[in-house]
């Protein structure tokens, strides 16, 4: 495909110009303090982002500074940073998530307390001026039950903190917690009957601005979706379900893999990957609009994994060895255009098997679908990332930032003999990939850590930050500034 530009697509802003660099009198990368917190289950991580963008004029991070404590941190866009805060762990405790909203960014931890319960506790530091408030009592849960979680509004206004209720075999059988706005206020006790629904195996909750609750669950043998809203003004649940799995042209087909996701316009949107129980092969990927304003469901048309899809990804593999079955492939976003197509995004990735082995990030699969929800477009994406075990999937896998229709992914990969950051630019009417362009950062590939992604965001659809370790200054990691061309 051609290039409009032999020059790199990202530039470091340093050098955008004498006169801009003079006025600024600041640098595009500064030395940043990194240390792995092997606490983290780096395959399901609570966390995936800890730099969160502030509008164009800056952004905070979560960072581990040293063992026992995290930091909040204030930068502006010039990379000076404004105040940092210190949030101390107990032993054994556990980041669960990472938000922020106009007034404050917030932290929430899970423990165990000295009564062997578990805990959950919200921190809460103030935007302005980096002031911490004292930790808040979420929420406190048995220690023999599932693992209690938390949910996050996307403008961080409303956190839900919830427990499982279950019978024998850790099957739910409901869900209660307590809804808190952004000051940490509580706001309502909740409370979730679900034991008319039968061998509850996955349970979801996710929270929209207003407070709604949504509690997505996969039952009956992993065969029926369901989805159940909870809102501040009613007590009255309204539920929508339908079932996914089952015998199909002969073959008793599972969910092996589900994504939800709230978007934009309201909506609720839920995507499967089936299987065939029998062989473990992928059968279908399966898309649903739940849209509880109209009590209506709007299907997308199967999508069935054939002998034919296996044989065009094999045929876009020029690394060798050609793949004799679609396996370790996992839906991983959902993303909304300003034109309502949905885009599911799923990636291949593994654990190359037994203890202390290298971990992978290889092809991309997308899948397009309009706004009723018919069959756009469908492609493949071709890449392949390795990383030592005790990194896994901090520096590889991708970010995605959509702008308009054009739907970014940046990756860190070797092409061409190029150890670098690479964009690739698709057309979300089409499906169409520009060729990946290289950040010219020629990044370090060596033993040590040279590129974190969860440190990756964008604060406008020009300008990213991100955390990586370039050849030319192998001896440390930087925050870098960086400009799309």
């Known amino acids: 495909m051609k290039t409009r530009s032999f020059l790199p697509l990202l530039l470091l802003l340093v050098l955008l110009s004498a006169t801009t660099a003079a006025a600024q009198g600041r640098k595009a990368a500064i030395p940043f303090t990194y240390l792995p917190d092997n606490n983290e289950d780096q395959y399901n991580q609570s966390i995936t982002s800890k730099t969160l963008p502030l509008g164009a004029d800056g952004f905070v991070i979560l960072s581990r500074n040293k063992p026992g404590e995290y930091a909040i941190e204030r930068y ?28 404050a960014a917030l932290v929430v931890t899970h423990r165990h307390d000295e009564k062997g319960n578990q805990v959950l506790y919200a921190h809460r ?15 406190e849960a048995p220690a023999d039950i599932r693992k209690a979680g938390v949910a996050l509004s996307p403008d961080g206004t409303k956190l839900l903190a919830y427990r499982f209720h279950v019978g024998g075999s850790q099957v739910v059988q409901g869900i209660s917690g307590s809804l808190y706005d952004g000051k940490l206020q509580k706001l309502k006790d909740t409370k979730y009957n679900l034991s008319d629904l039968r061998g509850i195996v996955s349970a979801e909750v996710i929270v929209n601005d207003a407070g709604d609750q949504f509690i997505s669950l996969i039952s009956e043998n992993m065969e029926r979706l369901t989805v159940r809203q909870y809102t501040l003004k009613s007590p009255e649940a309204k539920g929508m379900s339908v079932l996914v799995g089952g015998m199909f042209d002969g073959k008793k087909v599972y969910i092996m893999d589900s994504k939800y996701a709230l978007q934009p316009n309201g909506n609720l949107y839920g995507v499967v990957l089936t299987a065939d129980e029998k062989t473990g092969d992928y059968y279908s990927l399966k898309a649903v609009k739940f849209d509880f304003e109209n009590e209506d469901m709007v299907f997308a048309e199967e999508f069935r994994f054939t002998p034919e899809y296996l044989a065009s990804v094999n045929k876009l593999d020029k690394s060798g060895a050609k793949a004799s079955r679609l396996e370790d492939i996992y839906l991983t976003d959902l993303i909304l255009t300003p034109e309502e197509k949905l885009i599911v995004l799923a990636e291949k990735k593994y654990m190359e098997g037994g203890e202390n082995s ?21 492609s493949v994406l071709m890449k392949s990332q390795k990383a030592p075990a005790d990194e896994a999937f901090t520096g590889i896998s991708y970010r995605y930032h959509l702008s ?6 940046l990756t860190l990969e070797e092409l061409d003999g190029k150890h670098d950051l690479y964009l690739r630019r698709i057309d979300t009417n089409t499906g169409k990939a520009e060729a990946p362009k290289a950040a010219g950062l020629n990044v370090a590939d060596d033993k040590d850590i040279s590129y974190v992604k969860d440190f990756t965001a964008w604060l406008t659809d020009r300008d990213l930050v991100t955390v990586v370790r370039p050849s030319k200054k192998a001896n440390s990691l930087q925050l870098r500034r960086l400009q799309i061309k």
Request: charge should be negative; hydrophobic fraction near 45%.
């Open 404 to 409: 308009g229709n054009t739907l970014n992914l």
């Open 125 to 139: 530091v103030n935007l302005q001026n980096g002031q911490k408030d004292k930790p808040v009592l979420l929420l």
């Open 358 to 378: 290298p971990y992978y990030a290889k092809e991309m699969h997308l899948f397009a679908y309009d706004q009723f929800m018919g069959t756009a477009w469908s």
């Open 76 to 103: 502006n866009a010039a990379l000076k940073k404004a105040w940092s805060t210190a949030i101390p762990l107990a032993a054994e405790e556990t980041l669960e998530a990472f938000t922020r909203n106009e007034e």
